[in-house]
């Protein structure tokens, strides 16, 4: 029996994650049909859900932004985030993972893993984040829970246990077998809920089966559950269901229900599994932080001192929405709180329950509880909000860097300083754009994730400012890198203007460096970061830093160069890095070694070094042979089979490079990986080629040699 005389038991902080089209939103939809928060189905293809209520999500038919949403079921309040599926919205998903317990991955009973499900997946990993899976679509021609099954098993190497077994198949599928309580569940044409009976003789024996397969495999993986299979060679309901939240809480195991939402088939048993066995506040460790420098931790507790986090700002024009997490202790209406990251207090005017773009109005939230509040002003993404009392800063999530960006301007010059304050509010709501000005042309550049991004962000301008905006075409972010460098190039910075002089000189050596670490043993004392998720780098003790795609290490021996002046040099290195010489793109995938130098007794200074540091590797560079590199992308193309050799063509004509090739539910499905410059227009392309059957996705997979006469000017 679990203990519940702490409320903070019975909360569920879950988010549903998936492919495009997997059927995220309408799971979502259903289970706020069935849990009474909502009183009418709404669908995705009418415009009428939730959490799809942004005019450009209905018009699309896809999820655009992170919607939060609450409702209660069996005694357990679920605060709930459908997540965008499109590759070009991954940020939203980042920031949505970071504040989550749990999670429910949906997949398509006939696609299976979908490269953005499988991207998405990654980012739970990385979080940490226990997960259920629900093989949506089990009604759909060619839906087969195995092979879906299998496909989690081969693409996402989690262990499967499947506590289902699917009653019919395809039009004809009617329910589910529950395989722990070994019971028949039936939802009856029309029926709201499902009627519970016992399994049906044809399927007896195959339950039967499969039951003893999922206690085999909990078995292997639990001890409690090895015990007690060994001295009576089967499993209680109760041990299996122990077993099982206890293997999901813990990453080792995840399990897969079946179902239909469409239908409205599947999503009781689906919240009965979020409550049996995904994490609540107190199941997961306390939230860490930072004060001064000092980690400190704050337990899940609404005694403890308050601290939260920030993971969305939404600037309507009635307020600023600010979403929180609130991790410990207690917020309520009129308190003064401390926003860590920019060092001052604010006030909390308002608290509210979130159902999408409907609030209800509370008078405090405790530990545990996402909610928004209205307010607090000068908070971003990512921000600590805490006690004054006991400041606290929590790591932010991590923040993509953009691949794509176009020049955007007002058509009416009297528009100007509408659009900047426009392009200032979206940047404030979605930290993965960036604003900024061409310094060679005076252009406004607006930089994202991806094409469908920068079109939904210009198409929001036009609605909610009501500004008629001109847009570029879109470019792709290039990156340079050292292909062969150089040994022993010698800088020497040296200024006398009268007063105390400078004098610098160093001695560089830069090589091609590959951002895998069992390729660089010698940095095993070192710790760095390159994913995004984390900035900076910390000093090990043979010198050496990483970061962002460069490594930095001194070799310098008898005190040459004092440590000081080393992290001078390194600094200057790193602002030698933001411009290459090809076409002032930023520059990766190097390591730079300080070999020697020389220092004056009253000449040298940090400043002098850090000088020394960025115009000695702004040569350096000039001096080795440079690559230009490009922004690559794993493009899947799903197409009738007869469609499959014009897309071929089409993808080779695009210096596309085919990876393989399947077929799913009578369709063709290529994969291939494309440079991303060479995808704008392809969605429009793809559908004049297949009669508009086509349809494609795409997730980043890095850089690659672009080929000559490729570089353009930095934008």
């Known amino acids: ?80 985030i459908d997540t ?89 599928f009617t329910g589910v077998v529950d395989l722990v309580r070994m019971r028949a569940l039936v939802w009856a044409d029309g029926a709201e809920t499902a009627e519970e009976g016992p399994v049906p003789d044809a399927l007896r024996e195959e339950a039967a089966h499969r039951r003893r397969l999922l206690e085999e495999a909990v078995a292997e993986r639990h001890p409690a559950a090895l015990e007690e299979f060994c001295d009576r060679e089967t499993l209680t309901a109760a041990t299996l269901a122990d077993a099982l939240r206890d293997l999901t809480r813990g990453g080792d195991g995840v399990v897969v229900l079946c179902g239909s939402a469409y239908r409205n088939r599947g999503v009781e048993p689906l919240l009965d599994a979020v409550v049996a066995y995904l994490p609540s506040p107190l199941d997961v460790p306390p939230v860490r932080g930072t004060h001064d420098g000092t980690e400190r931790e704050r337990p899940a507790d609404p005694a403890a001192p308050m601290a939260a986090l920030a993971f969305k700002v939404n600037a309507t024009p009635t307020g600023r929405l600010t979403y929180l997490r609130v991790y410990s202790g207690t917020i309520e209406k009129g308190d003064t709180v401390w926003d860590g990251s920019t060092r001052r207090t604010e006030r909390i005017g308002r608290i509210l329950r979130v159902r999408a773009d409907r609030h209800d109005p509370l008078e405090r939230a405790i530990a545990g509880d996402i909610v928004a509040v209205v307010g607090v002003k000068s908070a971003r993404a990512g921000s600590t909000l805490c006690a004054p009392g006991a400041p606290l800063v929590l790591e932010p999530p991590g923040v993509a860097e953009p691949v794509v960006h176009v020049a955007v301007e007002a058509r009416r010059s009297t528009d100007t300083d509408r659009l900047a304050s426009a392009l200032a509010r979206l940047t404030e709501e979605d930290p993965s754009l960036a604003v900024r000005t061409d310094p060679e042309t005076g252009q406004t550049l607006l930089s994202g994730m991806g094409e469908l991004h920068l079109e939904v962000a210009m198409e929001r301008v036009r609605r909610e400012h009501g500004l008629e905006v001109a847009v570029g075409r879109p470019g792709v972010a290039y990156r340079e890198t050292v292909g062969e460098g150089v040994t022993g190039f010698v800088y020497r910075h040296v200024k006398q203007d009268g007063g105390a002089g400078q004098f610098a000189h160093v001695v560089l050596d830069v090589e091609p460096w590959d951002e895998d670490p069992e390729e660089d043993p010698e940095e095993d004392a070192v710790v760095g970061w390159t994913d995004g998720s984390k900035h900076g780098s910390k000093h090990g003790s043979k010198g050496g830093s990483k970061g962002g795609g460069f490594v930095f290490r001194s070799a310098v021996v008898g005190g040459r160069v004092p440590q000081e002046f080393v992290r001078a040099v390194e600094a200057g290195c790193r602002d030698a890095l933001a411009e290459g010489p090809l076409g002032g793109h930023p520059v990766t995938g190097l390591r730079v070694t300080l070999t020697d130098g020389q220092t004056h007794v009253k000449d040298s200074s940090d400043t002098a070094f850090r000088t020394a540091g960025r115009f000695g590797l702004r040569d350096a560079l000039r001096a080795s042979e440079m690559v230009l590199l490009e922004p690559v992308v794993e493009v899947t193309v799903t197409v009738p089979e007869d469609a499959v050799g014009g897309v071929l063509g089409d993808l080779a004509a695009r210096r596309g490079r085919v990876t393989g090739s399947d077929t799913r539910g009578g369709a063709a499905v290529v994969s291939a990986t494309v440079p991303l410059a060479e995808l704008f227009g392809y969605a429009t392309r793809l559908r004049s080629r297949t009669q508009g059957r086509g349809t494609f996705t795409a997730r980043p997979t890095g850089y690659a040699p672009a080929p000559a006469g490729a570089a353009t000017p930095a934008r």
């Open 84 to 172: 965008p599926g499109h590759v070009d919205f991954a940020d939203e998903v980042e920031r949505s993972l970071r504040v989550l317990d749990g999670a429910v991955a949906v997949f398509d009973a006939v696609a299976g893993v979908e490269p953005q499900s499988e991207s998405v997946w990654r980012q739970a990993d990385r979080h940490g984040v226990p997960r259920i899976a629900f093989v949506n679509k089990m009604d759909r021609a060619g839906a087969d829970l195995d092979t879906a099954v299998a496909s989690i098993r081969e693409r996402l190497h989690p262990v499967p246990l499947v506590v289902q077994l699917p009653i019919g198949a395809e039009d004809g």
């Open 1 to 80: 029996m679990r203990n519940h005389t702490n409320p903070l038991t019975t909360v569920r902080n879950l988010g549903i994650l998936a492919h495009v089209d997997a059927g995220k939103t309408t799971v979502t939809e259903r289970i706020l049909y069935t849990t009474g928060t909502t009183y009418k189905r709404g669908e995705v293809h009418d415009g009428t859900t939730v959490t799809d209520f942004d005019p450009q999500e209905r018009d699309r038919g896809i999820t655009i932004f992170a919607a939060a949403v609450s409702c209660s079921w069996d005694g357990h309040r679920i605060n709930l």
